[in-house]
């Protein structure tokens, strides 16, 4: 590969590349293996994979548009970027559904070899965009990746047909060339992926190569550029998607529980990769099963948590709404159980691959009767992780059903995590009933499976096989403290009072909220309070605010029932309060109920998470500041 | 499981102090009797034994038993017995159904507990009706049922459970009834001893909203004529005097013969090893309701593999092949770097 350069290299802080194709092109193969590099060379790394539902759409049609956009900086930063400086288009239809979120003076590198007339019109492309002048505002790079990707595929002996698949590799390469990343991480990584297939291994190879080749000696590109590696806090990194993260957190909660964990789960989108994951891991004693229907997933995980496994189901919106009553029955048992949504666009079928927050709700009243449960939602793809531990802290302490919520944005997107030292992982060790733990009348000794700890009111785990201590539990209402079934009134006045006070109390063993306010609490004249996966786009938009020298605050939930106990005194503090959800304002309601707030919603359901540019108008707005004065938004870090 | 070491234990032991509460006459006490007298028997411990049901009437039965139980949730039971029995193969666990938890609600957790071939011991009680709910017809109820829910007569066809427990590869599946507390020991025992899943249906008479469903061939003064036992290695026939009994046509079809027109050398020898289902589903639908003569005893019972083994199996050999999980290994397997100080 040639290393003399008559280019000149120019320095960025950070870039946001999006790569789109056809769903059969390789986009998320590309778009990971370029995050993977950068991770590497040191940047800090976001991402958002965006792909159609459909496995293979018709080739060349809008609906089959697959994108993977990164953000890559030589600072630390928190989303995936609000628009991509660069896009590569790998044919008219990508180019046409990209496009326009492609920051003014952004940069188009496309494969001018698919514009060709039939392609135009699959994209309903009325006129060349190359050529009609529509893309003005952009500097457009034609590269012909096709018949340059035929050609090196000719040399290795690859058949035109499959030669032309390796293109992505093209693309991979020329774009590694124009932000100088390191290539040996790319060519190593594909002599390993493709080991079994020397012929395709060689033709990616000889691709990637050929477009790191053509940039450097095309006469077409003026400079190349170079982001510095990000000061990250020291220690050792991996980059990590959400439903990875959550995998492992889930095997290493397992473990400081010292319980075996069990997975029943139904695949279902964007959930199903934790079910693959799990899979992979039977060395931790992990216990997968694929099973028939949503209902038998979370059925078998109760089941063996009765039996003394920490059980686990993972499914996402249509999953959850299956899972309902199972859900409602742990309640009754109380007996421990983890019940992961990753959440995605709904009603029902809804939209498989895109991203919402709008099972809120759902998690806190989606049952029968009066059913509360824990709530905790994951911030980051890393943030999985300690959400899994959280979840399962609390379900094993309280003897409760928690549901994590995650979402589509989190499960596929990916960011660097500075790895945390296993020995300091809570101990999460749990105590199995053994002995009887109640007098009869006549003084014999009884085991009552209902008899609480006055602390926590978490009922005792008597697992079978233990002697003395057998037990009969049921979904029927029970007498406190014998668990007999029992159908007195005052009885079930007192067993829902308790249910209730038992998850409300969890408020007093978690963190209190923090809030981000350069002034203290109260500071600022807005908060804006978030849940989950809008922490990025919120603490990024709030640096922005900051930047103008306007004073904004921070807090953003991860336990979302019970809330944390300082909640009331921190929306209170402030006079405006404004919460960006990815749903019609559903923490919104739940703040307004319980604390009697005028906290304000800032809405979207398009399928994909908040630009932080969104957030930072919307607080503008509230502070009465004309966003168009004060500084540029690439001054800011976001 | 049997352990020779397990103490002595009398009917008495194996009774919890609940009430029970069936309707007087119910079939499901005398299933209950036969239980709570066998279970001393099998050589099993209270501790290590679980009764786990959904809804209906039968599945009160967990209550009223001295071990560890769950009375779940409608048609659930066949899943969530999954879950703990993959997870605990040192248990005996017990799956106590009934038709419309079994076949209507919970039918999809049935037939996958059956195929998987999980180590669950499923008693069915099968009364063609709905009790619990006060007298609508079951899938199991004769068609043109007249119910509150069918005042002009059931549409369903019936499921013949013994079919279809048979059709989705049970490994062991028998049929037995709530008027011969031997028979259903011996079935009971059976099943237990069975490695895998096992299925037994129990003709179970509900006296409230459909006496008699089974009079015509478990009546004490019918049921030598209209019972046809199943032995295994014996040719079947029945009758008093085992004056009728079964061929296999060759065109492929059973009937029900007079021994002394065809001799008895004409009649087909039960095999209930046979790995091909094929034959004793169609014994199972020699009759087409429990009207006319209906075999009893175990239809099918062959080696398969056990689900929980095998899932456990898997585990012992990641264990051997990469040794004991390492979480510190987990996190960085995904490859590293490390940025300095």
Known sequence: ?638 | MTDTTVPVTTRKDWTSDQEVRWCPGCGDYSILAALQMLLPDLGVRRENTVFLSGIGCAARLPYYMNTYGMHSIHGRAPAIATGLAVTRPDLDVWVITGDGDALSIGGNHLIHALRRNVNLTILLFNNQIYGLTKGQYSPTSEQGKVTKSTPFGSLDRPFNPVSLALGAEATFVARTHDMDRKHMQEVFRRAHDHKGASFVEIYQNCNVFNDGAFEKITGRDVRTENLIPLVHGEPIRFGAEGQRGVVLDPDGRLRIVEVAEVGEDALLVHDERRDEPGLAFQLSRLARGPFEPTPIGVFRAVDGPEYGEAMNQQLLEANEKKGPGDLAALLTSGGTWTVEN
């Not at chain 1, 920051?103 to 188009?108: D, F, K, S, Y």
Request: glycine letters at 8%.
């Open chain 1, 1 to 638: 590969m040639s290393t003399a350069t008559h280019h000149q290299t120019t320095e960025l802080d950070r870039v946001v590349i999006r790569f789109a194709g056809d769903s059969g092109d390789g986009m998320q193969l590309t778009g990971t293996q370029f995050t993977s590099v950068s991770s590497l060379f040191g940047n800090d790394t976001a991402t958002l994979p965006d792909f159609p539902a459909e496995i293979r759409a018709p080739a060349g049609t809008l609906a089959g548009v697959s994108a993977f956009q990164v953000h890559i900086s030589d600072h630390d930063i928190l989303t995936p970027g609000d628009s991509p400086s660069v896009l590569v288009a790998m044919n008219p239809a990508a180019l046409k559904t990209n496009v326009d979120a492609v920051a003014p003076g952004g940069t188009l590198i496309v494969n001018i070899d698919a514009f060709d007339e039939r392609a135009l019109d699959k994209a309903d492309y009325r006129s060349n965009p190359l050529t009609d002048g529509s893309l003005a505002s952009y500097t457009v790079y034609e590269v012909p990746m096709t018949s340059l990707t035929l050609e090196v595929g000719k040399e290795a002996g690859v058949k035109p047909r499959d030669a032309e698949r390796s293109k992505n590799f093209f693309a991979l390469g020329l774009v590694s060339w124009l932000y100088s990343r390191p290539v040996e991480p790319t060519l190593e990584w594909i002599g390993k992926r493709f080991a079994t297939t020397p012929l395709v291994q060689d033709a990616n190879t000889r691709a990637f190569k050929a477009g790191y080749n053509f940039g450097e000696t095309a006469e077409l590109f003026e400079s190349n550029y170079q982001v510095r590696p990000a000061t990250l806090d020291p220690g050792v990194y991996t980059n990590v998607t959400g439903n990875t993260a959550l995998a492992w957190g889930l095997i290493a909660a397992a473990h400081q529980a010292h319980l075996p964990l069990f997975l029943g789960s139904y695949p279902i989108t964007p959930a199903s990769d934790i079910l693959h994951e799990l899979s992979k891991h039977k060395q931790f004693g992990v216990r997968t099963m694929q099973a028939e229907d949503e209902i038998a997933g979370i059925g078998a995980a109760i089941g063996a948590a009765f039996g003394g496994s920490l059980g686990v189901t993972t499914t996402s919106g249509p999953g959850a709404d299956l899972k309902a009553e199972s859900v409602g029955m742990a309640i009754s048992l109380e007996l421990p159980l983890i019940v992961i949504d990753i959440q995605r666009g709904g009603p029902s079928t809804g939209l498989p691959t895109k991203t919402e927050q709008s099972d809120l709700l759902h998690a806190m009243f989606g049952r029968h009767g009066e059913a509360p449960l824990p709530i905790v939602a994951a911030m980051t793809p890393s943030h999985c992780f300690d959400t899994a531990l959280e979840a399962v802290r609390i379900a094993v302490k309280y003897r409760t059903p928690v549901i994590l919520l995650s979402d589509g944005y989190l499960a596929n997107g990916a960011e660097p995590w500075r790895l945390p030292d296993v020995a300091t992982l809570p101990d999460l060790h749990v105590e199995f009933a053994t002995e009887a733990n109640h007098a009869e009348d006549d003084g014999e000794p009884v085991f009552w499976p209902y008899l609480r700890d006055e602390q926590t009111l978490a009922r005792p785990w008597a697992i079978p096989g233990t002697p003395g201590l057998e037990h009969r539990i049921g979904a029927l209402e029970k007498e406190d403290g014998s668990g007999n079934v029992s159908y007195d009134p005052v009885n079930h006045e007192h067993m829902v009072h308790l249910r209730a006070r038992k998850v409300a109390g969890i408020a007093d063993d978690i963190a209190a909220l923090e809030v981000d306010d350069t002034d203290g609490v109260g500071g600022a004249p807005v908060l804006v309070l978030g849940w989950g996966s809008t922490f990025g786009a919120i603490a990024a938009a709030v640096r922005r605010v900051r930047a103008r020298g306007l004073k904004v605050a921070h807090a953003q939930l991860v336990h979302l029932n019970p809330f944390p106990s300082n909640l009331g005194e921190v929306v209170r503090a402030y006079d405006k309060v404004l919460v960006p959800e990815a749903n019609l304002g559903q923490l919104a309601k739940l703040v307004r109920a319980e604390y009697l707030v005028d906290a304000k919603t800032l809405s979207k359901v398009q399928g994909v998470p908040f630009r932080a540019a969104e957030i930072e108008a919307a607080v503008l707005d509230m502070l009465g500041v004309d966003p168009t004065v004060t500084p540029a938004e690439e001054e800011v870090a976001s």
